[in-house]
């Protein structure tokens, strides 16, 4: 009986193949972008997935500015920030986050789904959001996926 077909191959920094992907954004639906885009950032689609390793990919994500909220949640939603001091505490809308700076919101919905550890700033790190059409990682020659043909 072979016993080395049996070990378990973990990926490291090393043996990660990472790649360079785009996303358009353009009517996503801004959570089921957020859980999509986190579990791309995280590896999840790959076979070699180790959860205590970077082995995700590099997403682009253009046309921040067309993506879209169901129901009321424009304005019924409120994001909550509190500066520590009594009376600190600040009510946004995901309208306000959005006229202000279109990939704050689309970032934001990403790093809450992302792990709160040293490895979660890390594939954070991995994401760019731009509002429009045009990004400044061309050089990598990243290549376009349709997040509906992924589950």
């Known amino acids: 009986m072979d016993t080395l077909s049996y070990k378990t191959i973990s990926a490291n920094k090393a043996t990660a193949k990472k790649e360079w992907v785009v996303v358009d954004a353009t009517d996503a639906v801004l959570g089921r972008l957020g859980s999509k885009v986190a579990k791309l950032l995280r590896g999840k689609y790959k076979p070699n997935y180790t959860p205590h390793v ?28 509190h500066s520590g001091y009594p009376g600190g505490q600040t009510r946004i ?27 979660g700033r890390q594939l954070f790190r991995n994401l760019f959001v731009y509002a429009g059409a045009e990004h400044k990682q061309e050089a990598q020659q990243p290549k376009v996926i349709d997040l509906n043909s992924i589950k």
Do not use: H
Request: proline share 5%; hydrophobic share 35%.
């Open 54 to 81: 970077d082995c995700g990919d590099n997403v682009i994500i253009i046309n921040a500015d067309k993506v879209r909220l169901t129901g009321n949640k424009w304005n019924d939603r409120q994001f909550f920030y």
């Open 93 to 119: 809308s995901p309208a306000d986050v959005f006229a202000k700076s279109p990939e704050k919101l689309v970032e934001r919905t990403i790093k809450g789904m992302l792990p709160k550890t040293k490895l």
